[in-house]
């Protein structure tokens, strides 16, 4: 395959790899640890993998060598994260590191590659083809939940034909909750298969305390904000249209958020903040009209309004309708499959209370459509498949006609609408991003190495050089708590939304009158991979904030 010419420069880029793993590690077991939340319910589930320790690696002096070669096996869950081949090179280099007889194995296309049996052995050859670019193309991903005693253990069957200790699984959330039961299943059954998981995902929403950042989540911020420089460029030169700009990011309003901080647009909603003050569709489409409207008092009919993609969950009433409406696929799904869209609409109205049947039907058909669509294997709602940005400028153009019929607004409104999402989440890893997730996959290898399961790789101290990376693993136990899935409670990992207490947060709301109300954009410009550390190597800013630095 030819490549171009970054590609090909790129390839070179060596990874910077924390001083702690650098040459032989050992590691240091800290306290016991708990659960979120729900500790009784969590440790009843997870009887043998509840409450192990923190553990960190150091150097060490008198390395002891693992005897044995061993094979590995990887999946790549979910949606594609920017780094993701670095940390199967990671993974690759730190095995080999250990021992050069070790061998690595993909499963290709996601769980299913596991439970069916359709893998591939990972060579340096063939590894050498992905360092440091984006995407998931080297074995491919998928949404496939591995979640029964079946699926198990048809993937045990695979690992024990090519003699696999350890499987990594490279996801969200939703993925390394997964991890956490198949690594509590095999050592129920003394299968003699570890499993450990590394933080992905572009949405961010996959922190805490031990885990400071998803990978992804800085190259795809990075991307979308360079994209919304060069609109706000277009529209001040223009001077003629709104930008309904939706930004993906599911559930959580941190990428919005950090494209936010990145470009200062004239407005951002953040999702966590609607529900926080109980905003209705009606708040807040009357405070975005107010902005419009006092610009257009200072003669510009023009700017920008961030949308995160997972708005429409976050009001209130959409909350207790969603939740109904999930009950209701679920429960009547026979009879639903076999209808057209509008008796489909008509149905799912009959099923619901009075008073989500009503807000179901004041929707435009298309949007209520989209909220009915099948939730994802996870449960989740689609939130990509909503078109929020068009229904959002809708009933502001509606209201804005109303104004100026009462005289209330004189200004000239139109709209563009987009949705990055895509875009983002393949593109080539920013420096932060390909060392990161270099340093998770070799960790990952040392976690193998030292015989743990149930743990996910953490890589922390993030806002420091990566020499100064301190390295180890979380118990992925402790980042649990029980939701309602499915109409059932399950143990998953808690998601981490904005705090609205949160330094970041308070940074956008501290600036947000003074950026509706000026034109104050920002054009932060393309990744660049090459040149002056403040410009190749800064960290999102939202790490920088959240690690108490300014911007
Ligand atoms: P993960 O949670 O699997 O990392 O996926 C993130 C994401 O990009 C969300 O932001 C988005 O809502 C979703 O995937 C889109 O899903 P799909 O790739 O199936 O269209």
Same mark, same amino acid.
């Given at each position: 395959m030819k490549k171009s010419a970054l590609q090909r420069v790129r390839a070179e880029y060596q990874p910077k790899l924390p001083k702690e793993l650098q040459g032989d590690v050992k590691v240091k077991f800290g306290e016991a640890t708990n659960s979120v939340a729900d500790q009784e319910a969590i440790k009843q589930l997870f009887p043998h993998t509840y409450g192990m320790p923190v553990v960190q690696f150091e150097h060490n002096d008198e390395p002891e060598r693992v005897e044995e070669p061993f094979n590995v096996g990887i999946i790549l869950s979910g949606g594609q994260a920017p780094g993701g081949h670095n940390v199967v090179s990671g993974i690759f280099d730190g095995l080999k590191k250990l021992n050069k007889e070790n061998r690595l194995y993909g499963f290709l296309m996601g769980p299913s590659g596991f439970i069916n049996h359709q893998y591939m052995e990972l060579t340096a050859g063939y590894i050498a083809e992905y360092r440091n670019t984006g995407g998931f193309d080297i074995i491919g991903s998928g949404r496939?939940? !591995?979640? =029964?005693p079946e699926q198990f253990e048809a993937g045990l069957k695979i690992l024990k034909e090519l003699n696999i200790k350890a499987l990594v699984i490279i996801g969200g959330d939703d993925s390394n909750t997964n991890a956490a039961v198949l690594a509590e299943y095999y050592k129920n059954i003394n299968a003699g298969v570890q499993v450990i998981g590394v933080p992905k995902t572009i949405d961010g929403d996959l922190k805490n305390d031990w885990i400071e950042a998803s990978f992804g989540f800085d190259t795809a911020c990075k991307v979308y904000s360079e994209v919304i420089g060069n609109i706000q460029r277009d529209c001040n030169s223009a001077k003629k249209y709104y930008h309904f700009i939706k930004l993906m990011g599911r559930s959580a309003s941190h990428i919005a958020l950090e494209c936010a901080l990145e470009t200062q647009p004239n407005y951002c909603l953040i999702s966590e903040e609607v529900l926080a003050k109980r905003m209705t569709l009606d708040n807040i489409v009357s405070s975005i009209c107010y902005m419009i409207s006092e610009r257009a008092k200072l003669g510009w009919n023009f700017g920008t309004i961030l949308i995160p993609e997972g708005l429409i969950e976050f009001i209130p009433s959409m909350k207790v309708l969603i939740s109904e409406l999930n009950e209701v696929l679920v429960n009547y799904a026979s009879e639903l499959e076999s209808l057209s869209e509008s008796e489909k609409l008509q149905a799912i109205q009959k099923h619901l209370s009075p008073a989500n049947a009503e807000l179901y039907s004041s929707l435009p058909d298309r949007i209520a459509l989209q909220l009915s669509l099948d939730r994802d294997s996870h449960g989740n709602v689609q939130v990509s498949l909503i078109e929020t940005e068009s229904l959002l400028s809708e009933m502001i153009g509606k209201r804005l006609a109303e104004m100026a019929r009462d005289g209330e607004y004189v200004g000239k409104f139109a709209a563009q609408h987009h949705f990055f999402g895509y875009e983002g989440r393949c593109a080539d890893p920013t420096n932060f991003d390909a060392d990161y997730t270099y340093a998770l996959g070799y960790n990952a290898a040392m976690l193998i190495n030292s015989g743990l399961t149930g743990y996910m790789s953490s890589v922390r101290n993030l806002t420091d050089k990566p020499e100064n990376w301190i390295c180890g693993g979380i118990p992925i136990t402790m980042m649990m708590n029980m939701e309602r899935r499915n109409g059932e409670m399950k143990p998953v990992i808690q998601k981490a939304l904005v705090? !609205? =207490?949160g330094r970041p947060y308070l940074k956008y709301a501290s600036m947000r009158e003074t950026l509706a109300l000026n034109t104050l954009y920002q054009y932060p410009g393309p990744i660049q991979y090459f040149g002056p550390a403040e410009v190749c190597d800064r960290p999102s800013m939202t790490l920088l904030l959240e690690h108490g630095k300014e911007i």
């Amino acid at each position: 395959m030819k490549k171009s010419a970054l590609q090909r420069v790129r390839a070179e880029y060596q990874p910077k790899l924390p001083k702690e793993l650098q040459g032989d590690v050992k590691v240091k077991f800290g306290e016991a640890t708990n659960s979120v939340a729900d500790q009784e319910a969590i440790k009843q589930l997870f009887p043998h993998t509840y409450g192990m320790p923190v553990v960190q690696f150091e150097h060490n002096d008198e390395p002891e060598r693992v005897e044995e070669p061993f094979n590995v096996g990887i999946i790549l869950s979910g949606g594609q994260a920017p780094g993701g081949h670095n940390v199967v090179s990671g993974i690759f280099d730190g095995l080999k590191k250990l021992n050069k007889e070790n061998r690595l194995y993909g499963f290709l296309m996601g769980p299913s590659g596991f439970i069916n049996h359709q893998y591939m052995e990972l060579t340096a050859g063939y590894i050498a083809e992905y360092r440091n670019t984006g995407g998931f193309d080297i074995i491919g991903s998928g949404r496939t939940k !591995l979640e =029964n005693p079946e699926q198990f253990e048809a993937g045990l069957k695979i690992l024990k034909e090519l003699n696999i200790k350890a499987l990594v699984i490279i996801g969200g959330d939703d993925s390394n909750t997964n991890a956490a039961v198949l690594a509590e299943y095999y050592k129920n059954i003394n299968a003699g298969v570890q499993v450990i998981g590394v933080p992905k995902t572009i949405d961010g929403d996959l922190k805490n305390d031990w885990i400071e950042a998803s990978f992804g989540f800085d190259t795809a911020c990075k991307v979308y904000s360079e994209v919304i420089g060069n609109i706000q460029r277009d529209c001040n030169s223009a001077k003629k249209y709104y930008h309904f700009i939706k930004l993906m990011g599911r559930s959580a309003s941190h990428i919005a958020l950090e494209c936010a901080l990145e470009t200062q647009p004239n407005y951002c909603l953040i999702s966590e903040e609607v529900l926080a003050k109980r905003m209705t569709l009606d708040n807040i489409v009357s405070s975005i009209c107010y902005m419009i409207s006092e610009r257009a008092k200072l003669g510009w009919n023009f700017g920008t309004i961030l949308i995160p993609e997972g708005l429409i969950e976050f009001i209130p009433s959409m909350k207790v309708l969603i939740s109904e409406l999930n009950e209701v696929l679920v429960n009547y799904a026979s009879e639903l499959e076999s209808l057209s869209e509008s008796e489909k609409l008509q149905a799912i109205q009959k099923h619901l209370s009075p008073a989500n049947a009503e807000l179901y039907s004041s929707l435009p058909d298309r949007i209520a459509l989209q909220l009915s669509l099948d939730r994802d294997s996870h449960g989740n709602v689609q939130v990509s498949l909503i078109e929020t940005e068009s229904l959002l400028s809708e009933m502001i153009g509606k209201r804005l006609a109303e104004m100026a019929r009462d005289g209330e607004y004189v200004g000239k409104f139109a709209a563009q609408h987009h949705f990055f999402g895509y875009e983002g989440r393949c593109a080539d890893p920013t420096n932060f991003d390909a060392d990161y997730t270099y340093a998770l996959g070799y960790n990952a290898a040392m976690l193998i190495n030292s015989g743990l399961t149930g743990y996910m790789s953490s890589v922390r101290n993030l806002t420091d050089k990566p020499e100064n990376w301190i390295c180890g693993g979380i118990p992925i136990t402790m980042m649990m708590n029980m939701e309602r899935r499915n109409g059932e409670m399950k143990p998953v990992i808690q998601k981490a939304l904005v705090n !609205l =207490n949160g330094r970041p947060y308070l940074k956008y709301a501290s600036m947000r009158e003074t950026l509706a109300l000026n034109t104050l954009y920002q054009y932060p410009g393309p990744i660049q991979y090459f040149g002056p550390a403040e410009v190749c190597d800064r960290p999102s800013m939202t790490l920088l904030l959240e690690h108490g630095k300014e911007i």
